[in-house]
């Protein structure tokens, strides 16, 4: 069982790590994803930093389960959050994929660790 709460903490880590620090950047394409969404980049610098915290505390989980449990949960609303936009923004449910999938790993993260 500490396998899979240790590849259902590194995985998402490592995707919600770079992109949130290309949020926090403001990268071009960040922006543009941005402006599609009808968000302003300081706000997607926000979403960003979440993202970032989230990953970290995901890790930091590993050692502290309540702090992985609570960042797992933050980043499901998140993610969850974040299928709702590119729903209500027009984008195909395939655009939304994505962030589904990722709600259900921090979804999954969190049961693995509370069952530890």
Do not use: W
Not at 2 to 21: D, K, S
Not at 59 to 71: P, T, W
């Amino acid at each position: 069982m500490r396998t899979a709460q240790i590849t259902t903490a590194v995985e998402p880590a490592l995707i919600f790590l770079p992109l949130g620090l290309a949020k926090i950047a403001a990268l071009p394409l960040m922006r543009e994803a941005a402006v599609h969404l009808g968000m302003s980049p300081a706000f997607y610098r926000v979403v960003g930093t979440l993202e970032v915290a989230g990953g970290a505390g995901l890790l930091l989980g590993l050692s502290a389960s309540a702090l992985g449990v609570a960042a797992a949960t933050g980043l499901a609303l998140l993610m969850a959050g974040a299928a709702v936009v590119h729903l209500c923004n027009g984008d195909p449910a395939v655009r939304a994929l994505p962030a589904v999938v990722l709600a259900l790993a921090a979804v999954a993260y969190a049961a693995l660790s509370a069952m530890v």
